[in-house]
């Protein structure tokens, strides 16, 4: 089993604390499952399913505050009657009626090193496999194709490979936010070694991943005790305890 | 890892005998009131607690069961309530709203605490008395005005009745409520029931008064996987409890480790016990009016610590936080949260200071606090006036040890430009000097050096000689004709420093004229020496400069003006 290594930077990035999700707080570093969405983003199928081993710090964490409008409401889904198109109040909202200023402490001029390994997942196993992003199948005949004959490991591999090395993606990646696009690159990092920041410290609990197995509509957060240590936090989870 | 930190803060003092901090379930209350009744209930008297003087008079505070979570509806609060509850006082003129609270008040006791005799007193006393009873007590009126919070008292007993050991073994027995939702709490890791709504934080400058909320999800856009409330974060009732009584304590109004910066309420702690948290404040405050000392001789101290690697007694090792909060509506949002060892923190304060050393005149404070430095950038020098995200930028800053935020430099500019009558004050000029070396140390630039503290007369820097040589001409004119209503200052500042070119030719004609009004002759060749030394320094008047060499404007005029003040007895002796 192949461990990918790629290497993501950007201007700012937020992986929100979910204690203060509101008025955004970011953690320290960034969360497996922020890593996983980088995966994810270059190269996703129904068939795999990615994980994070390992976060390397490179630049060192620095701070900003930023005070941003934004919308304080989810877009409604349409009523029935609305769907029937009968006149009335209209589906969208208006931004202005609906305006929330809200703070967050984001990260600034962020680096990383991402590890990270798919699992294949057997045809008859891959109900629960969800993307971040929801599927849109283009027809009945694609959605009927799910599951393909043709499909193996090593072909994935191969194709997150060429992707990655040529700065492919399905969707730009990001840390954390949308908001904050990343950069992204294939390393080998044993050709490439790179110093990390000199940090050793607890992180408190961080969030791990939201675990959908159980119940699709009501996933349950999944923590882990994140350590930095000597700017690397170890996400493997094989060797960390992840609660939920 | 900010509810981490407070959690422990809370474990620390509560493991404290000698701390006053309320075990769970329990706050710090304070009740202007207690309704005193002997074993059958009936009222003996009304005791007021309060201490002080006219508006400062402050009651005392009462270890009290937790208050609930108020909204519009009606709750009651456990042996402890306003006025409205308790005796069903009409306080908004609403009849009907006050017996369904005082109803609530003693249904609840009832309920929960029914069998225990002291309460039983309670309840009889709440059934029987009549307003005509009340009536005869002397603080009636201001009770039925004020709606102050009200609790009880035996006779016979020093406490009040809700620590009454048989009330106290009670709560703490049922507090726990089996239908509650569990799950894995962020805070602590463990397998805990999670709090829907957390407690209220009170003491956030500019918050609401009823308090404000970290944790909350008031709105549709806030919530995540359709969950509601608390469980978009789940935290245990344990840790909720201890965070928020924890981070009450110290915002309350007698917490030594507080500080208000900007428009950000910053509070601050250290794992363990240690000096460095208890005097943390006065590093950065105004100078207390009957002890203007104290800050200064922590400062010194210090300074002293620095070469010992710890301050004072303290293990330098030690953990210590900073959080600036600020209010949004009903939610308090994090301006800025730092951790550190009090080694680490100290050398960066240290070097704060060194920062700012300058010259100044003797009836300047020797450190400034942030405050008095943030007011002198804003405009009209007021404190309403400081740009809200400077303050939280320039304490990170400090506290990081990186360099000052660049709208630092430009506030103070423009300040100095805009500010015809003082320009640059020593305050200002300190700023400018902190600002410019802590950048330069970390973006060197061959061609600069580092700005002093007083005159520097070799100082390389164009903007630096047209400050020094402005305030030569100024001093000048001043003294050609002592007592002018505008001088050079108010009128060329801003041009001299942004487009020296189209001003100072103009400048030196005039000095001419000002030379000849001069009796002292020796003055005069003093003058035309100290000229002839500043010009010697410059090729050439430049167009325009930049904002850095503005800074070094700012600082050569200064030092140059302070000069004239502080080497005057010397001039004067060489004539």
């Known amino acids: 089993m192949h461990n990918w290594c790629l290497e993501v930077w950007g201007d700012y990035a937020c992986f929100t604390r979910p204690e203060m999700k509101v008025e955004r707080v970011s953690y320290d570093v960034m969360t497996p499952s922020a890593a996983r969405a980088i995966f994810e983003s270059i190269l996703w199928k129904p068939a795999i399913r990615w994980n994070v081993t390992k976060i390397e710090v490179i630049n060192p964490i620095k701070w900003i505050s930023v005070r941003r409008n934004e919308v304080g409401r989810k877009m409604p889904n349409p009523t029935a009657k609305q769907m029937a198109g009968a006149l009335g109040e209209p589906m969208g909202i208006f931004i202005e009626d609906e305006r929330q200023q809200r703070a967050g402490l984001f990260l600034r001029d962020v680096r990383y090193r991402i590890y990270g390994y798919f699992d294949f997942i057997p045809p008859d196993q891959r109900k629960a496999n969800h993307s971040v992003s929801p599927e849109f199948w283009a027809d009945e005949q694609e959605l009927a194709e799910k599951i393909r004959l043709d499909e193996t490991e090593a072909k994935y591999a191969a194709m997150f490979e060429r992707r990655a090395k040529k700065g492919q993606c399905f969707h730009r990646p990001y840390l954390g936010c949308r908001e904050f696009a990343c950069d992204f690159r294939l390393v080998d990092p044993q050709k490439e070694p790179v110093e990390l920041i000199e940090e050793t410290r607890d992180l408190g609990f961080m969030l791990y991943d939201m675990d959908f197995e159980k119940d699709e509509n009501d996933p349950i957060p999944l923590f882990f005790r994140a350590w930095i240590e000597n700017g690397a936090v170890n996400a493997d989870r094989r060797e960390v305890e992840v609660r939920g | ?575």
């Open chain 2, 1 to 575: 890892m900010i509810l981490q930190a407070l959690k422990e803060y809370y474990d620390r003092k509560a493991s404290d005998p000698e701390s006053d901090i309320a075990p769970e379930g329990w706050e710090k209350k304070e009740i202007p009131f207690i309704i005193v009744l002997d074993h059958a209930g009936n009222l003996m008297q009304i005791e007021d607690t309060r201490e002080g003087e006219g508006k400062k008079k402050r009651a005392k505070a009462f270890l009290v069961p937790q208050a609930e979570k108020k909204t519009s509806g009606i709750a009651a609060n456990l042996l402890w309530e306003n006025a409205g509850y308790v005796l069903g006082i009409a306080t908004k003129g609403n009849n009907e709203r006050a017996i369904k609270q005082k109803n609530a008040f003693i249904d609840r006791l009832t309920n929960e605490l029914g069998d225990i005799k002291v309460v039983q007193a309670v309840i009889a006393f709440l059934t029987n008395v009549t307003e005509e009873r009340l009536s005869q007590e002397e603080c009636w009126q201001e009770i039925s005005a004020s709606n102050p919070n009200l609790s009880f008292r035996m006779s016979a007993d020093s406490f009040l009745i809700c620590r009454h050991p048989d009330v106290v073994s009670r709560l703490s027995s049922t507090s726990q409520s089996s239908n509650d939702i569990s799950g894995t709490c962020l805070v602590t890791g463990k397998n805990a029931r999670i709090k829907v709504l957390h407690t209220s934080i009170k003491g956030v400058y500019g918050a609401q008064t009823a308090g404000a909320n970290i944790v909350s999800f008031n709105l549709d856009a806030f919530k995540s996987y359709g969950k509601e409330q608390g469980f978009n974060a789940p935290v245990g009732a344990e840790a909720e409890f201890s965070y928020t009584t924890a981070i009450n304590t110290l915002l309350g109004r007698d917490s030594k480790q507080r500080l208000l910066i900007g428009d950000a309420s910053t509070v601050f702690w250290s794992k363990k016990q240690s000096s460095f948290e208890s005097e943390f404040s006065s590093f950065f405050e105004e100078p207390e009016k009957d002890n203007p000392d104290a800050g200064t001789q922590n400062v010194k101290a210090l300074f002293e610590s620095i070469h010992s690697g710890a301050y004072r007694e303290d293990d330098g090792k030690t953990p210590f936080y900073i959080l600036g909060l600020a209010p949004n509506a009903a939610r308090i949002a994090v301006r800025f949260w730092q951790i550190g060892t009090i080694a680490e923190i100290a050398v960066r304060i240290h070097q704060y200071f060194k920062d700012f050393a300058i010259v100044k005149p003797p009836r300047e404070p020797e450190y400034y606090s942030i405050w008095r430095i943030l007011v002198n950038i804003a405009t009209q020098d007021k404190s309403e006036n400081i740009p809200p995200n400077l303050a939280g930028d320039f304490m990170r800053s400090i506290l990081t040890g990186m360099p000052y935020p660049a709208t630092l430099l430009q506030a103070v500019l423009r300040r100095i430009r805009s500010d015809t009558e003082n320009r640059v004050k020593p305050v200002r000029a300190a700023l400018i000097k902190a600002y410019l070396n802590r950048y330069y140390q970390f973006y060197p630039d061959q061609n600069q050096r580092e700005v002093q503290m007083e005159l520097d007369i070799s100082q390389p820097s164009i903007g630096y000689q047209l400050g020094r040589l402005f305030a030569t001409l100024e001093k000048i004119q001043e003294e050609a004709n002592p007592g002018i209503n505008a001088t050079i200052r108010e009128r060329f500042y801003g041009a001299a420093c942004a487009t020296p070119v189209t001003v100072f030719t103009n400048l030196l004609r005039l000095k001419n004229h000002h030379l000849a009004k001069l009796d002292n002759k020796g003055r005069v060749v003093n003058f035309e020496r100290l000229l002839g030394e500043i010009i010697g320094n410059l090729k050439d008047f430049p167009a325009q400069l930049d904002l850095h060499e503005q800074g070094r404007f700012a600082i050569g005029y200064y030092h140059q003006r302070q000069d004239f003040f502080t080497s005057k007895g010397v001039a004067e002796s060489d004539k």
